[in-house]
């Protein structure tokens, strides 16, 4: 008998209902509110996206991996579905960044900051110069990104650290850092600690903000504000701390590399800038990329104002709310839109508030099957139900809804899972989630418009990152939240009336009607559509598929290695990246999934493998 | 890490082989008068014949007589079956030789220099079989143009790699196997692969197939020179294993080594594999065998393994350490005549990785062969190759590229759709490297996450200095600190360089266009602005251990396999270190034009 099948004989399914209400409206889904249109590319064309620029003219820039500068023709696609492509340059070494500005093209190459003019004005590069040259030492790590303009006209460039097992930034200068490059040539170094910067923009208070990924030193994926100055994290380029133009002094023997979370090391390190917000691994992303902040004013999204953060890895584009208290950036990451069609390294908007969305998964895979792509991602005006703003407050935070919500869900404490955690810093590769702790809430007010929701809580604690799982939430329609998770990092805790605890604020404590139901007779498996549902709630399919390789092994692989269920549990919790040398992307450790689930999991990834153990056996 | 290597130009592994003495002709066989022993050659390209200056080291064929005849062809003494055989051979304009393995196969030797399209008959051809009985205008069959034209001009010297199996006859005498030709290697190009031939050349020196024959050159065609004669045959016996026992072992063996470790499975084999196991990691196989050594001599060993191993003989170390399938491991060891005890411990402690062994075995004279069963040892990843191709226009990529073994990191190619392509340093300023046949072999940088980054390229390639063309009167050539770089444009499709050189208060442009004939590249180095130092440039067009001046304006740098060319004024041939001659010519005016020719 297979082992594999004894183990799960004795497992029932949980359904969990609610029950608030008794007829459900059809759940809207992300597609009823934004649509991805894509743009045709020829077969031909290897359009692996490493730079997008929106032309004024109506025209779409993309610079590829491949080194090639395509102008698109129709991008809008308004009375044609059909684009039409147009090689302007070519020949150049991975062009990760794109600007267009009076008329002229501006790219970063692997080792050059380079200008690229169409002098004979036939439609065709035909200058190609140096603004600047990196020094590069050949280690295929070591990337380079932008040009993006600050409002003086100068380029903000940032330097990814060379890979040797670990981020290092000591073979070439400025490597982890963002710098200033004047159109003259003249560099100047702006902040350090970066470890693989993709993506980086301005907003429009003249801050800047960039997504890191997840590595060494970086528990998980996050946005940082990065003013002159700053040290955001990694150590690999400190080296370049030393030189005369550092606007700090640094050193990596000051970084304290002990697992306890960043923000003690901050109390060390002055020059250390936490994040305005963290990107959970896994949930919110595993690869942040592209970072734009809505500036449509009101074309884009329903959001205007608010940040879009886009994710290579899980080919979506999450939103964050920042807010500023005491001076300092936090704020909330949500999901906003999945399902594009590979991973996401750009992110542009179109003259018409649409966004442009540029894409190559090249070696490291995604969730968006295709190796490259070009969309477009359009809001088709109506507002879904959906957390609108977060704000932090002495005792708790005040939840901003899009929709006046029905106010028994809100007052019901069975609608709210909150907690809170941080993750480690360290050298070491990402990081589990630690100091774990649920939350409690004291007290729920609703404003008269029913739109924003007051939660005092027990215990909310500085720079941690607060988890919102909403589920039973609905408007007045009775409709639950288009995106129920939120994750707002609390940097700081603002001062200011806390919320006054009488009759009126408490919280009902209703009784939640759980069924218990028993799948099928006892001794049949769980079934693929129930392990389906559980892999997708816990985000498992952004990264694994059933017979797939996807940014992580097929199932069906997983089960050819023969682990036990309880293996398998442990691996969830405390991967081994090791075991799957031939994969570019690290698993996290998923130690906040229930151990129940990952066993229910665990036993069909085995039951996958039955007939192919005695094949394999064979040989 | 896992790491792709593609290798297009494989010059085969260097083997250990016999040269044939240029001092006289006692290794040939009644050689006609038309072959001498010569010192030196040199020929325009555009030159039917060489001009010969005495001494010893190159075997000329010279017209002596009137009329070529077929007594005119050199046969070897040489008799050979399996022969990996190469020299190097110079073709003036127009020349029509040939190769034959054991008198019977041939590979054409033809001044193929600038053709399009090749066939059997051009430079590295598997010349065609021929039966009249196939009928009229059908009776040429089996030949084999060369992949690629790499091909070298006229009047400079070529080198060609043959690797030939002989075909096998059963105790009857009927074949039982046909000739094959495994490699051939023109100018470092693989042109030929695994090409089966079911019969002789049309031109064959015997009327029927054997295990033996002796090299043949054909020598009725018209002049051709040859020098640096070298083969290696396999005629020796070679070690083999027996006795072979395996001892398994399961557990976490981070090194191979047994300690107090109890075996498993103990069992036979009838070679050495992986197979007999299932675990996919974490075990110890330890195997030992009799290895049976037929004659004393010096053994290379080669391993590959997934994990750690240890190969040992007679209990002495040799191959060992943690490696990937895919490295060749190679240690060679001096061992007598008899048995000797053979022992491989090979342990894999992690699960990825595919499990592999392999083991093979090289003696100088004999072939090498596998003491693996083939299944052992899997087969490296497929990865296909990602061109860059020059067809209707010029085509220029950056990239990394290797020059000389070190690693250029802001490298600019040009391919033209002439076929004629170069590798830029645009730090530098320089030419590294220029080539014939098609472009860009982008693989290393487009494939997965490229982790290499670098573009060689795909054609027959002529290695430049590398550096910056332009000195001022008796200086040294500068580095690229000495240098500006300005950027390119992009004139009639190709990118024209732009470079501030501080040194001479002048701004320098380095045009390479496609020459007349579209045979190499003219290079005009252009001074723009005025300066006091201009008066004092000079252009240094060729660096190289060997320059033959040919004629005004021409020089040969057979040291470096190519010519520079160029008007009017005489160059400077300087010594500019032990065996490193330079040439240069001082610059009058405000530009300077040579060509690059090979």
């Known amino acids: ?619 | 890490m896992k790491k792709l290597l593609l290798f297009l130009f494989v010059p085969l592994a260097s083997f250990a082989q016999q040269t044939i003495p240029l001092t006289d002709l006692q290794a040939f066989d009644q050689p006609s008068s038309n072959w001498t022993i010569e010192g030196a050659l040199k020929a325009k390209y555009t030159d039917t014949s060489f001009q010969v200056s005495s001494g010893k080291g190159v075997l000329v064929n010279t017209l002596r007589h009137g009329k070529y005849k077929r007594t005119d062809d050199l046969h070897f003494k040489l008799n050979h079956g399996d022969i990996h055989f190469m020299m190097d051979f110079m073709l003036p304009k127009g020349a029509n030789s040939g190769i034959y393995l054991q008198g019977r196969y041939e590979v054409q030797l033809f001044d193929s220099w600038g053709k399009k399209t090749l066939k059997f008959g051009d430079c590295g051809g598997i010349y065609e079989r021929w039966d009249d009985a196939r009928g009229k205008g059908k009776e040429g069959y089996e030949g084999y143009a060369p992949r690629q034209n790499a091909c070298k001009a006229p009047g400079l010297w070529q080198s060609i790699e043959i690797d030939f199996e002989a075909p096998r006859f059963d105790a009857s005498g009927k074949k039982i196997k046909n000739a094959l030709f495994k490699k051939v290697i023109l100018n470092g190009i693989l042109i030929q692969e695994n090409i089966e031939v079911s019969g002789m050349t049309r031109g064959a020196l015997f009327d029927k197939e054997g295990p033996l024959g002796p090299i043949t050159i054909q020598g009725d065609h018209g002049p051709v020179a040859f020098k640096n004669i070298r083969f290696e045959t396999y005629d020796k016996p070679t070690a083999s294993l027996s006795n072979i026992t395996y001892n398994y072992y399961e557990g976490k063996f981070a090194e191979p080594v047994i300690g107090a470790a109890a075996p498993v499975v103990k069992g036979k084999l009838a070679a050495l594999t992986h197979k007999v196991i299932k675990a996919r990691n974490d075990y110890l196989i330890d195997y030992v065998a009799d290895l049976n050594v037929p004659e004393a001599d010096e053994y290379e060993f080669q391993t590959h393994w997934t994990g750690s191993g240890v190969l040992k003989i007679d209990g002495k170390e040799l191959n060992s350490g943690a490696h990937w399938y895919t490295d060749k491991v190679t240690m060679k060891t001096q061992l007598s005549a008899g048995k000797h005890r053979f022992e491989l411990i090979h342990v894999k402690d992690f699960p990825w990785g595919p499990k592999a062994l392999g083991v093979f075995v090289k003696r100088v004279g004999a072939h090498e062969i596998a003491f693996h069963d083939r299944t052992s040892l899997p087969d490296p990843e497929a990865v296909g190759l990602i061109e860059v191709k020059a067809l209707s226009e010029p085509v220029y990529q950056r990239s990394f590229t290797f020059h000389g073994g070190k690693k250029k990191m802001y490298v600019i190619h040009v391919g033209d759709p002439t076929g004629l392509s170069y590798s830029y340093d645009l730090k530098q300023g320089a030419v590294l490297q220029t080539w014939k046949g098609s472009f860009l072999n982008a693989t290393q940088m487009w494939q997965d996450r490229g982790e290499p980054q670098t573009a060689e390229p795909l054609g027959q390639t002529v290695l430049m200095d590398g550096k910056f063309p332009l000195v001022l009167s008796s200086q040294m050539q500068g580095d690229s600190a000495q240098l500006v770089y300005k950027g390119y444009k992009i004139m009639h499709g190709r990118p024209v360089f732009y470079y501030e050189w501080p040194a001479a208060k002048l701004v320098v442009e380095d045009h390479l266009n496609p020459n007349k004939l579209g045979n190499g590249w003219e290079r005009t180095l252009k001074l723009v602005g005025t300066s006091p130092m201009a008066s004092m440039v000079e252009a240094v067009i060729g660096n190289s251990p060997d320059v033959t001046e040919i004629s005004p304006g021409l020089i040969a740098l057979q040291g470096s396999g190519y010519y520079v060319q160029w008007e009017k004024t005489p160059a400077l041939i300087l010594q500019s270190g032990p065996g490193k001659m330079q040439v240069r010519v001082p610059v009058q005016g405000n530009s300077f034009t040579y060509q690059l020719i090979w």
């Open chain 1, 1 to 619: 008998m297979n082992k594999a099948i004894k183990l799960q004989l004795s497992i029932l399914f949980l359904i969990v209902s609610l029950g608030a209400f008794g007829q459900k409206p059809s759940k809207k889904t992300e597609q009823d509110f934004y649509e991805i249109k894509t743009l045709p590319i020829p077969q031909d064309l290897y359009l692996e996206v490493g730079g997008l620029a929106t032309m004024p003219d109506g025209r779409l820039a993309v610079s590829t991996r491949r080194g090639e500068i395509w102008i698109v023709e129709n991008p809008y696609q308004k009375n044609s579905h059909q684009t039409y492509y147009r090689r302007f340059a070519s020949g150049l070494h991975e062009i990760l960044g794109l600007a267009y500005k009076d008329g002229v093209f501006y790219c970063s190459q692997r080792g050059e900051l380079t200008k690229i003019t169409d002098t004979d004005r036939d439609g065709v590069a035909d200058l190609y110069e140096p603004i600047y040259q990196f020094e590069i030492s050949g280690n295929y790590h070591e990337y380079t990104y932008g040009p993006v303009f600050d409002k003086n006209g100068d380029m903000l460039v940032t330097l990814n650290l060379a890979w040797i097992g670990f981020g290092e930034g000591k073979f070439s200068k400025w490597r982890g850092w963002l710098v200033k490059i004047k159109p003259d040539g003249t560099l100047e170094p702006l902040s350090a600690g970066l470890r693989s910067p993709a993506g980086y923009s301005i907003n429009d208070e003249g801050d800047i903000f960039y997504g890191e990924n997840q590595g060494d030193w970086v528990g998980s994926g996050r946005v940082t504000h990065l003013a002159k100055g700053d040290f955001a994290g990694n150590p690999g380029g400190l080296k370049w701390a030393k030189e005369p133009n550092s606007p700090f002094k640094l050193t990596l023997e000051e970084i304290p590399d002990n697992s306890a979370p960043m923000f003690e090391a901050a109390k060390k390190v002055k020059n250390l800038k936490l994040p305005a917000v963290w990107f959970p691994h896994a949930i919110m992303g595993i690869s942040t990329s592209d970072i734009v902040q809505d500036s449509t004013k009101g074309r884009f999204s329903p959001f205007p104002g608010q940040y879009f953060v886009a994710d290579q890895g899980q080919s979506k584009v999450m939103r964050m709310y920042l807010e500023k208290v005491n001076g300092v950036y936090q704020g909330f990451c949500i999901n906003y839109r999945e399902g594009f069609q590979s991973g996401i390294l750009r992110e542009r908007f179109g003259l018409d508030g649409s966004m442009f969305v540029g894409m190559t998964s090249r070696g490291w895979g995604s969730t968006g099957k295709a190796d490259f792509g070009l969309q477009r991602l359009v809001w088709n005006g109506l507002t879904p139900f959906e957390i609108n703003e977060i704000h932090a407050k002495p005792d708790g935070f005040e939840l901003n809804f899009t929709q006046p919500v029905d106010v028994k869900s809100v007052k019901n404490a069975a609608s709210y899972a909150l907690r809170s955690y941080i993750y480690e810093y360290h050298h070491q590769y990402g990081s589990p989630i630690i100091d774990v702790k649920d939350l409690k809430i004291k007290g729920i007010s609703v404003s008269a418009d029913k739109k924003t929701v007051r939660i005092s809580l027990d215990g909310i604690r500085q720079y941690f990152i607060h988890e919102f799982v909403l589920k039973g939430i609905l408007n007045e329609e009775g409709e639950p939240l288009l995106h129920e998770t939120a994750y707002f990092t609390l940097n700081q805790i603002p001062a200011g009336d806390k919320l006054v605890l009488n009759e009126s604020t408490k919280i009902v404590e209703a009784k939640v009607e759980v069924e218990v139901k028993e799948v099928g007779g006892k001794k049949e498996l769980i079934s693929e559509t129930q392990v389906m549902a559980l892999l997708k709630k816990h985000t498992c399919l952004a990264c694994h598929a059933k017979d797939k390789k996807l940014i992580g092994p097929s199932y069906e692989d997983i089960a050819k290695r023969g682990y036990t269920s309880k293996q398998i549990l442990d691996l969830v919790y405390k991967p081994n990246p090791q075991n799957w040398p031939d994969y570019a992307t690290e698993m996290a450790p998923m130690s906040h999934i229930p151990a129940k689930d990952v066993l229910k999991i665990a036993g069909w990834i085995n039951s996958l493998d039955k007939s192919k153990e005695k094949l394999l056996n064979r040989d």
